[in-house]
């Protein structure tokens, strides 16, 4: 009998949404309320490599060379199982997955994570998908990974069909069109956040007085937002990107009870930049689900903003990204 | 010819609001969008002597010991002028305004203010008017002090008149009601703000768009609150005031370009409450439009409250309030 290898590794690049996605309208499928538009970041990525082998009695998963327990190894046996979902038995398999930021921090590491899985998982089972699949799959493990399947700017639109085959990532432009804009991603915190963002965006579509004027807003936002990313206009890309952030931050911090992810170092930063605009150096900020503060800007400014940026002594430490690739194969393995 | 001397001193509580007032559907008589509740805070409070005198050649304002000019100075006399509405005859006036804790902070300063004047002023120009007329007439100084002019517990109805005379204060509860219940004001920064309430609340209804969302929840919240005054339901009250500071400041945040009137401090503050809660310990935040941070607890819990929120360094000063009396005259006059 010949034993087939069935191992493949993938790196995928985190994402950052510039219109983003909060809220569920159907949990299992991970199919989402509104449209929304990200960039994918060349800096912030997961390596993973998955291997099926018949002769294991169980799913080994270890991320960050720690070995995954409870929801998060369920949640990576699920992904693999749903992989495997046209096979008639189904196979165990090892999986080594390293990230080069903090996960669970509000930098996307389940986007890049599940991106990468998808990939080195499908590939394992020596399936060869489309992108568009590869997008609808890795939306199944993490509604954001679906984004991180392309490069550049992306659009996951809603769709609109029960089985939610119409809702994925589709490319607005590739990462070489826009190759100047810069985000500065300041950490302030790595610890893993208290509210996930399942919980929290559960909490919020069922209690914030705000979700429904939020969504009202949204279809305009991506519409403007693919607009300014084909224009190359970045004072319109900033004004959406940093008002959707704050509106979604404040959807959330309007249920019951708060939650609120903003840390003091996050609002010196919000504000810095405020200052820094009101002096004439354009840039804008995202968050998202942590303490992490996302600052948009161009190439030129980039110097400016982090000298200004470091001497906030709560900022720990400063990762520059620029438009990055889509999900692809490596054989560098990790084992 | 008899010199009648036209002079009078009066002392107003400054008033928390509970169920934020925010927005002006009528700006020249300061007439709310939404009817409002509050406490009187029985230590901050300003007192204030007028003296009219037809001597004079203009209006002669001090505030907290500086000649108040520009627009203090056109407010104040503006208002002067209201009071004289009925004479043929305007007088100028001297006035002497002090406060026991810092303007333009977020801390209600123009509610006691203008309590005060109205007072004051009406007084020494020998009208004896009703509470309901003080309150009219000190709302078109500044729509909160209409609820200074009452004591304890106070709702400020947004009435539905065009000229405005059926939206004054009418008093809930008297302080004496609930004496027990608390207020832990933290001062975080006695600069003035950069953004005036007014100029805040007429921008968020412009262009928020999370303002008319707002708005739909707050008859609600006044009703609840009402009921949570009259059952001393210390839990219901901190819940509805939380969420409903949280609420105004979200539609503030959302508005283009932004304004974040949570400064780090605040955010410190607001994230100790939200743990000491988590431990037990009832407590709830509010706040204006300004970075101090308003803490509500039973008086039992005060010490422990104000030990945990000294540690925090960015705290600068706390001053511990109680429901507090009505506007009043007063014999001790500031000349």
């Not at 810095?272 to 942590?290: H, N």
């Not at 200004?308 to 490596?330: M, Q, S, Y």
């Given at each position: 009998m010949v034993m087939m290898l069935m191992k493949a590794t993938a790196i995928a690049n985190s994402n950052i949404a510039l219109v983003k996605y909060w809220g569920k309208r159907n949990s299992d499928l991970i199919l989402p309320y509104n449209s929304s538009v990200s960039m994918t970041l060349n800096n912030l990525n997961t390596k993973t490599t998955v291997e099926f082998n018949k002769t294991l009695s169980e799913y080994e998963v270890t991320i960050n060379r720690k070995v995954a327990k409870g929801e998060e190894l369920a949640r990576v046996a699920n992904h693999l199982e749903l992989l495997q979902n046209s096979s008639p038995h189904k196979i165990f398999a090892k999986v080594r997955s390293e990230s080069n930021f903090p996960k669970k921090a509000g930098l996307a590491s389940s986007a890049s994570g599940f991106a990468a899985l998808t990939l080195a998982g499908t590939k394992a089972l020596g399936q060869d998908l489309t992108v568009k699949n590869l997008s609808i799959l890795a939306r199944r493990g993490s509604g954001s990974a679906s984004r991180s399947i392309l490069g550049g700017f992306v659009e996951w639109t809603k769709g609109s069909l029960p089985d939610g085959l119409d809702s994925h990532a589709l490319q607005?432009?590739?990462?070489?069109?826009?190759?100047?804009?810069?985000?500065?991603?300041?950490?302030?915190?790595?610890?893993?956040?208290?509210?996930?963002?399942?919980?929290?965006?559960?909490?919020?579509?069922?209690?914030?007085?705000?979700?429904?004027?939020?969504?009202?807003?949204?279809?305009?936002?991506?519409?403007?937002?693919?607009?300014?990313?084909?224009?190359?206009?970045?004072?319109?890309?900033?004004?959406?990107?940093?008002?959707?952030?704050?509106?979604?931050?404040?959807?959330?911090?309007?249920?019951?009870?708060?939650?609120?992810?903003?840390?003091?170092?996050?609002?010196?930063?919000?504000?810095?930049?405020?200052?820094?605009?009101?002096?004439?150096?354009?840039?804008?900020?995202?968050?998202?689900?942590?303490?992490?503060?996302?600052?948009?800007?161009?190439?030129?400014?980039?110097?400016?903003?982090?000298?200004?940026?470091?001497?906030?002594?709560?900022?720990?430490?400063?990762?520059?990204?620029?438009?990055?690739?889509?999900?692809?194969?490596?054989?560098?393995?990790?084992?």
């Open positions: 607005i432009k590739k990462e070489a069109h826009w190759p100047e804009l810069s985000m500065i991603v300041t950490i302030i915190s790595t610890e893993e956040k208290k509210v996930s963002s399942r919980a929290g965006m559960s909490q919020t579509v069922k209690n914030s007085p705000f979700y429904s004027a939020w969504l009202d807003t949204i279809e305009s936002d991506v519409e403007k937002m693919k607009q300014a990313i084909s224009e190359k206009d970045f004072i319109q890309l900033g004004k959406i990107a940093e008002l959707n952030a704050i509106k979604m931050h404040a959807t959330m911090q309007t249920t019951t009870p708060p939650f609120i992810y903003w840390e003091a170092g996050s609002l010196s930063i919000m504000k810095e930049v405020l200052k820094l605009r009101e002096e004439g150096i354009e840039c804008y900020f995202t968050m998202d689900a942590g303490p992490q503060v996302k600052i948009l800007c161009q190439q030129k400014d980039i110097e400016t903003i982090k000298s200004r940026v470091t001497e906030i002594n709560l900022v720990k430490d400063i990762i520059i990204c620029h438009p990055g690739k889509e999900a692809r194969l490596t054989e560098d393995h990790l084992f």
